[in-house]
């Protein structure tokens, strides 16, 4: 069974920056598509960005041009660089695998504030 663990989460102030990634178990990462949300207290979780296993990229409209979702199949390892960060991109963030079924990560804490 596929597992899935989530790092570099943190506290960072706006406008900064951080790297997220996403370890994924198994042998299935590399035909998989790979999704990245985020679920902010007293909100539904929601859509970041989407990465196919061909290298293309889906992105949500509130973090185009600041958010960057890259995976490394060697590795087994997905990324999310988010730049410009803002106290509203303040949330959990997960990682989700697709390949036959969904597979989630326990998520990561990103907290933006001065």
């Known amino acids: 069974q596929v597992q899935l663990v989530e790092s570099g989460g943190g506290l960072v102030q706006p406008g900064g920056s951080l790297r997220l990634s996403c370890v994924a178990s198994g042998s299935t990462f590399r035909i998989s598509m790979m999704d990245w949300y985020r679920q902010a207290p007293g909100n539904q979780r929601e859509w970041v960005a989407t990465i196919y296993r061909d290298g293309t990229t889906n992105y949500a409209d509130f973090v185009k041009g600041r958010f960057t979702i890259s995976r490394d199949n060697a590795k087994n390892t997905l990324y999310l660089q988010m730049n410009s960060l803002q106290p509203e991109d303040t949330a959990v963030y997960y990682c989700?695998?697709?390949?036959?079924?969904?597979?989630w990560g326990q998520g990561t804490q990103v907290t933006v504030s001065s």
């Open positions: 989700k695998q697709h390949f036959m079924y969904d597979t």
